[in-house]
């Protein structure tokens, strides 16, 4: 896959093309793993490897700087960086109602609850979500947790979605014979 031209120029405006990082503070930080071409065009495997670390980093609730553990994840996979700092962003205020008690429960049943007292502790933990400190003191063990099974199963399950689906390059033209 291509990216389209106007998100090419939009990079290469932005300093963000092979030519204009080399030799500069980015790549004397990083050297050519930065310039590798699996961190910026995507491809099945790099964007596979970006889900597969990615996403958990997506999933554990209250990570600060999530955007730079997921560049150097990414790095470090060589994985598609696009896609690995996207899915950063799914993990907002306005995601964590549905997020962090989905976690919560995962971490109840991991815990050896069954699934009704997890699903009333789940619930009684969306009514005190607004409350950090409780949900700090009393919460945090069973939302980590479920965090990281969470996590660990949504990236593998993407991994193998991603590398299954996604074709590189084009699609052959099918001719018509008439």
Excluded at 26 to 39: N, P, Q, T, V, Y
Excluded at 77 to 85: D, E, K, P, T, Y
Excluded at 157 to 164: C, D, E, H, P
Aim: aromatic letters at 10%; hydrophobic letters at 50%.
């Amino acid at each position: 896959m291509r990216l389209p031209l106007w998100a090419i120029r939009w990079l290469n405006r932005q300093k963000l093309s092979r030519r204009h990082m080399r030799g500069g503070k980015l790549h004397s930080w990083f050297g050519d793993r930065i310039l590798a071409k699996e961190l910026w065009r995507p491809s099945a495997s790099s964007l596979a490897r970006a889900w597969l670390v990615g996403f958990p980093i997506t999933v554990t609730p209250f990570l600060p700087l999530q955007s730079v553990f997921a560049t150097i994840a990414a790095l470090l996979v060589r994985g598609n960086l696009f896609l690995c700092i996207a899915m950063q962003f799914l993990s907002t205020p306005l995601t964590a109602p549905v997020h962090l008690p989905a976690c919560y429960f995962v971490g109840e049943l991991v815990l050896g609850r069954t699934p009704r007292e997890a699903w009333s502790r789940a619930a009684d933990f969306r009514q005190h979500i607004a409350s950090l400190d409780q949900v700090l003191a009393v919460y945090v063990g069973p939302l980590y947790l479920g965090g990281v099974v969470v996590g660990l199963l949504g990236g593998v399950i993407g991994y193998a979605v991603i590398l299954r689906t996604w074709r590189d390059g084009p699609r052959p033209h099918r001719r018509r014979h008439p």
